[in-house]
């Protein structure tokens, strides 16, 4: 490639990547899953498009294609909250599981008697279409004031149904006979299995790693996480295993394990995602043909809508029956199964494959997805509404702490962001109670910084810099998040972290045993909060003025 043609390629990459970021905005606005507008722009550059780019290389498309999912699962992995998922786990892995099974029997058998497509071809649609994707259900979710339990289920399914049927269109696309059944069953539990353990196993032995060693700059923190998800996916795909699911539960230990520098990490993450999201889409629009999908667009809407009306719900209130959910929460479900760009990359391992017909089974199976992404995505929240469903607006926003860890000191810096719901407003700083060892040294407030009180009122948007030696750190955050969550009474109240009383560890920063440690590590650090005895003279609730009370 000579120079000349590199720039030509960087330039039209460039104009890709900004057109891109533009559709975020507007899918943002109209509620529109992405997926769509980045499936535009490469139909656009495409054949009988406006460029009229000639791409036919789905080996490629599957290659890259699978890179971008194992992005998009780690980020989702980062971003899911182990309280909401760990309650709605078993539901999770069974519905991933059992309902694949219900949905793939179901939606085959209509691809064959209405569609009049092989056992063979049939199969290979209904394994295809039967995972729901990762990427537009984490989009199109985060925008939807859905309970934490739905949430939950729904993205930790995304997260864990690609496994078996990524096993399962192997299977149906290799030539000779299909396995009997309980061989397929027993090679997914295997499969699975590896998958979970090394995945866990990974993300287990990075965060311990990445919480006791500090890295020379804070950059490398978020380099480093995505490179441990990442090897989980390809030491659980070099052990057999799944390596999907090994990626997304490396990613969700990761994301809950407290790491220093974590809100950098988030946002490297997210916008990594974003990237593969808005690649593996525009490959996707280059992929097809748009003159070849008519012949296959009713096809593909009567399956798509035996999928949606009848096999997904299926799956989901039989697959769920023992969990006894409400029925309209399963109906939601049913109506949240969104299919994405993971159906259409599975769709090219038949045509890797040279299974006959799979330029047909890609046809569906791209129109299946548009049509009722098109249709699903802009009126989740109309069913959830008429379902009478939506997250409590009064719950308590999460707490933002960033760590950074002071390995020659021994000791953490906690930049605390104060959420503008969070039941840490009107609190004093002495009715934190942190445990010996931790301090408040700093608040920020209105871009104004002064050094706080025990009687200093926080406020909401306020950030606070909080000392903790090294062996009180787990407890001093975890006493903060408690205080976020039920406010000043939270040991009473049971809300977690240290007791409200009866223990050196409850004492506040101003007080009795918490001081010494702290002013120690506090004066070393030589910053503004050397002396957190110090009172905010002249300064109130909103930096000037008297000091205030609640």
Not at 295 to 301: E, L, M, N
Request: proline share 6%; aromatic share 6%; glycine share 10%.
């Amino acid at each position: 490639m000579t120079v000349h043609a590199l720039n030509e390629l960087l330039l039209v990459c460039s104009l890709v990547l900004l057109v891109a970021v533009a559709a975020v905005r507007i899918s943002s606005r109209s509620g529109l899953p992405s997926l769509l507008l980045y499936l535009g722009i490469g139909i656009a550059l495409g054949q009988d498009g406006i460029f009229d780019v000639k791409f036919d290389n789905a080996e490629l498309t599957q290659v890259i294609g699978y890179a971008a999912l194992v992005v998009i699962l780690a980020e989702g992995g980062l971003g899911a909250k182990w309280k909401e998922v760990r309650p709605v786990l078993p539901a999770a892995a069974v519905v991933s599981t059992v309902g694949v099974g219900i949905s793939v029997g179901i939606t085959a058998a209509a691809a064959h008697y209405l569609v009049g497509l092989d056992w063979r071809q049939a199969l290979i649609v209904g394994a295809v279409v039967s995972s729901t994707d990762a990427a537009a259900v984490f989009s199109v979710l985060r925008r939807v004031p859905l309970p934490p339990r739905i949430t939950g289920v729904l993205e930790a399914e995304s997260g864990f149904n690609d496994a078996p049927v990524v096993i399962l269109v192997v299977a149906f696309s290799a030539a000779g006979p299909v396995e009997h059944w309980y061989v397929l069953v027993a090679e997914i539990a295997l499969e699975l299995a590896i998958g979970a353990a090394i995945g866990i196993a990974v993300g287990w032995l990075g965060s311990l790693g990445l919480r006791h060693v500090a890295l020379p700059a804070s950059g490398l923190y978020p380099i480093a996480v995505m490179a441990i998800a990442v090897s989980a996916y390809a030491a659980g795909a070099m052990a057999h295993g799944s390596g999907f699911l090994a990626v997304y539960l490396a990613a969700m230990i990761l994301g809950n394990s407290k790491l220093p520098h974590w809100p950098a990490t988030r946002g490297f993450a997210d916008g990594l995602g974003w990237l593969a999201q808005i690649g593996m889409f525009v490959l996707l629009g280059l992929l097809v043909t748009p003159h070849d999908l008519v012949d296959d667009f009713w096809p593909a809407v009567v399956v798509g809508l035996v999928l949606t009306m009848v096999a997904r719900p299926l799956s989901v209130f039989l697959s769920l029956a023992p969990f006894r959910l409400p029925a309209r929460e399963k109906a939601l479900m049913s109506w949240a199964g969104l299919r994405g760009a993971v159906p259409i990359i599975l769709a090219t391992i038949p045509m890797v494959s040279g299974v006959e017909g799979s330029t047909r089974i890609f046809n569906i199976v791209f129109v299946l997805v548009i049509v009722y992404t098109l249709i699903q995505g802009p009126t989740l929240p109309w069913v959830a509404s008429k379902l009478n469903i939506a997250e409590d607006p009064a719950e308590a926003d999460d707490l933002g702490i960033e760590s950074a860890p002071l390995e020659r000191l021994r000791g953490h810096l906690l930049s605390v962001a104060v959420p503008a719901k969070s039941k840490m407003h009107g609190v004093e700083v002495s009715e934190l109670r942190l445990p010996a060892g931790a301090a408040v040294t700093l608040v920020v407030r209105e871009n104004k910084s002064f050094v706080p009180s025990p009687a200093t009122v926080l406020r909401r948007g306020d950030e606070l810099l909080v000392v903790a030696t090294d062996p009180v750190r787990d407890r001093a955050e975890e006493r903060l998040r408690a205080v976020a969550e039920g406010g000043k009474l939270a040991g009473w109240l049971g809300t977690g972290g240290p007791p409200a009383s009866g223990s050196p560890g409850t004492v506040g920063p101003y007080g009795g045993s918490a001081i010494p440690q702290a002013m120690k590590l506090a004066k070393k650090l030589g910053g503004a909060g050397a002396d957190t005895r110090a009172d905010t003279s002249g300064v109130n609730a909103n930096g000037s003025g008297t000091r205030t009370r609640s």
